[in-house]
C-alpha cells in the first residue's frame, strides 16, 4: 500500500504564491511517473503539471511560465511551485504518483487526498 500526503496549500492573493508538496511512503520500488491536477468547482479534473515518462515536463498551457514542477527523488516528492498566482487557478490540487512495487510492476496510481487553494482579495 502507498499513501500520499499533500500539503501547503491555502488562501493567498493574486499574484502571490504557494509551494504544494506531495510526499509518498509505503511499498515504493520505483516510481513510474509524477504529476499534479486540479479541478475547480464544477468543472472536471485537469493535469496541470507532470514529468513525462522521458523525465521532461508537461504543463497545461494556462500554467505555463508560472507553474514549476519538481522531484526529489531520494525522499519520493512532488513539488508544485505556482507563482503570479490567479483567481482562476483556485481548485482543489491533487497530486498522482503511479508506483512500481516490484522490477516487473507496471505500475499502481495512487492519488492524494486534495488540497485547496483559493486565490482570492
Known amino acids: 500500500q502507498v499513501q500520499l500526503v499533500e500539503s501547503g496549500g491555502g488562501l493567498v492573493q493574486p499574484g502571490g504564491s504557494l509551494r504544494l508538496s506531495c510526499a509518498a511512503s509505503?511499498?515504493?520500488?520505483?516510481?513510474?511517473?509524477m504529476g499534479w491536477y486540479r479541478q475547480a468547482p464544477g468543472k472536471q479534473r485537469e493535469p496541470v503539471a507532470r514529468?513525462?515518462?522521458?523525465?521532461?515536463?508537461n504543463y497545461v498551457e494556462s500554467v505555463k511560465g508560472r507553474f514549476t514542477i519538481s522531484r526529489d527523488n531520494a525522499k519520493n516528492m512532488v513539488f508544485l511551485q505556482m507563482n503570479s498566482l490567479k483567481p482562476e487557478d483556485t481548485a482543489v490540487y491533487y497530486c498522482?504518483?503511479?508506483?512500481?512495487?516490484?522490477?516487473?510492476?507496471?505500475?499502481?496510481?495512487?492519488w492524494g487526498q486534495g488540497i485547496e487553494v483559493t486565490v482570492s482579495l
Open positions: 509505503g511499498n515504493i520500488f520505483s516510481i513510474l511517473a
Open positions: 498522482n504518483i503511479v508506483v512500481a512495487t516490484h522490477h516487473t510492476d507496471l505500475g499502481t496510481g495512487y
Open positions: 514529468f513525462m515518462s522521458d523525465g521532461s515536463t
